[in-house]
């Protein structure tokens, strides 16, 4: 019976951490994006995102986009300073060409720092690519 469930392998999708300058705040912060490197558009993209370590855990949160067009990308959140230390995931599950697709992103643990930037697709920006 498992043999004959076919669960698609994630291809061209990214999330990823960017360090941005914020207008308002006048402050340099980390902010998670998903990014869609596909030729078509991502329907109903639902992201699950928490942090832990081996003695805390962060609450979770949800956030839902009805469409992610192609060779595109959106802001999922802002990562507060004192989550970078820990082990962030984000659990990204889409529709795409009718099939469902789901993977976990994963940023370990002290990743998120300026040392590991580098290009990210369909932005033209710096930054981290979850793993």
């Known amino acids: 019976m498992r043999k004959d469930i076919d669960i698609p392998e994630v291809y061209d999708v990214y999330v990823a951490a960017v360090k941005e300058f914020n207008e308002d705040h006048r ?15 991502l329907e109903l993209v639902m992201i699950v995102s928490d942090g832990y370590s081996a003695d805390q855990v962060t609450s979770q949160m949800r956030h839902k986009l009805e469409k992610l067009p192609s060779k595109s990308f959106a802001k999922i959140e802002f990562i507060e300073d004192h989550v970078l230390e820990l082990t962030n995931q984000f659990a990204v599950t889409y529709f795409l060409g009718g099939k469902l697709y789901e993977k976990t992103f994963v940023f370990t643990a002290g990743n998120i ?7 990210v697709p ?10």
């Open 113 to 119: 720092k300026d040392q590991n930037l580098g290009p």
């Open 27 to 41: 402050t340099t912060d980390w902010n998670a994006y998903i990014i869609n490197n596909t030729d078509e558009p």
């Open 122 to 131: 369909a932005m033209l920006k710096e930054g981290i690519l979850a793993e």
